[in-house]
C-alpha cells in the first residue's frame, strides 16, 4: 500500500476553509485516497474518497492533484465539532485501512 | 438500522482472564475486520474476515482468535489476557473486500488488563 503523510497538526478558526494536505507520492493506478475522522476517542468516521476527479459531498471536498500525487481535504465551514485527528488512508477498498497517526486539527473559537 | 454496534463499551479485567468482545452489524456487510488503538497511535489490524467462514490475521493477531459463524457477527477472543493488551478495540464492516466504498466503525471497547 502506498504510505502518507500528513502534517502532526493544524489549527483553524471557526467559520473558516480547512484545508488539510496529504502527500502520497507511491499511490499506484488502482488506489483510492480515503479521508475518515475520529472525534475525541470515538470510533473512526468515513468522510469522503476519491480516485482521481475532485470529489465533493456533505461533509467535505476532496481535491486530487492531476498527478495523484497528493491530495487535500477541505472542510468549507470549520466548526468546533470539527476538532478531530484527520487520517489520509490510501487503498484499494475500504478494507485493512492502514491508519497512521494522522493530523490533528484544532477549530479556534 | 443500528449499524456497527460493540459490547461491553468498558471493561477491566485481571491478567490470565479470558473474555469475548461482542461486534455485530445489521448491514449484511460481507467484510469485517478488528482494530486495536493504543494511546497516541493510529488504529492497528488485529484480525479480519471477508465472509462467514472465513478469517485471517493482521497486522498484531498474538493473544487473540476470531470465528465469523454468520454474516452479522464477528466475536473478538482474549484467551489469556495481558497488560499489553490494554487498549480500545474497534470492529468495523464494509460491503465487500475490494470495493470502492466506506467503512463503518462502532464505538469501542475500552479494556484494562491489570
Known amino acids: 500500500d502506498a504510505k502518507t503523510t500528513q502534517p502532526p497538526s493544524m489549527d483553524c478558526a471557526e467559520g473558516r476553509a480547512a484545508n488539510l494536505p496529504c502527500n502520497h507520492s507511491?499511490?499506484?493506478?488502482?488506489?483510492?485516497v480515503y479521508w475518515y475522522r475520529q472525534i475525541h476517542s470515538q470510533g473512526p468516521q468515513y468522510i469522503i474518497h476519491g480516485l482521481k476527479n475532485n470529489e465533493t459531498n456533505e461533509m467535505a471536498s476532496l481535491i486530487i492533484t492531476e498527478d495523484r500525487k497528493s491530495s487535500t481535504l477541505i472542510l468549507p465551514h470549520a466548526t468546533l465539532r470539527d476538532t478531530a485527528v484527520y487520517y489520509c488512508?490510501?487503498?484499494?477498498?475500504?478494507?485493512?485501512?492502514?491508519f497512521g497517526t494522522g493530523t490533528r486539527l484544532t477549530v479556534i473559537p | 438500522n443500528a449499524g456497527v454496534t460493540q459490547t461491553p463499551k468498558f471493561q477491566v479485567l485481571k491478567t490470565g482472564q479470558s473474555m469475548t468482545l461482542q461486534c455485530a452489524q445489521d448491514m449484511n456487510h460481507e467484510y469485517m475486520s478488528w482494530y486495536r488503538q493504543d494511546p497516541g497511535m493510529g488504529l492497528r489490524l488485529i484480525h479480519y474476515?471477508?465472509?462467514?467462514?472465513?478469517?485471517d490475521q493482521g497486522e498484531v493477531p498474538n493473544g487473540y482468535n476470531v470465528s465469523r459463524s454468520t454474516t452479522e457477527d464477528f466475536p473478538l477472543r482474549l484467551l489469556s489476557a495481558a497488560p499489553s493488551q490494554t487498549s480500545v478495540y474497534f470492529c468495523a464492516s464494509s460491503y465487500q473486500e475490494g470495493w470502492n466504498t466506506e467503512a463503518f466503525f462502532g464505538q469501542g471497547t475500552r479494556l484494562t488488563v491489570v
Open positions: 488512508i490510501v487503498r484499494t477498498g475500504a478494507n485493512n485501512l492502514f
Open positions: 474476515s471477508v465472509g462467514a467462514g472465513i478469517t
Open positions: 507511491t499511490i499506484s493506478g488502482n488506489e483510492y
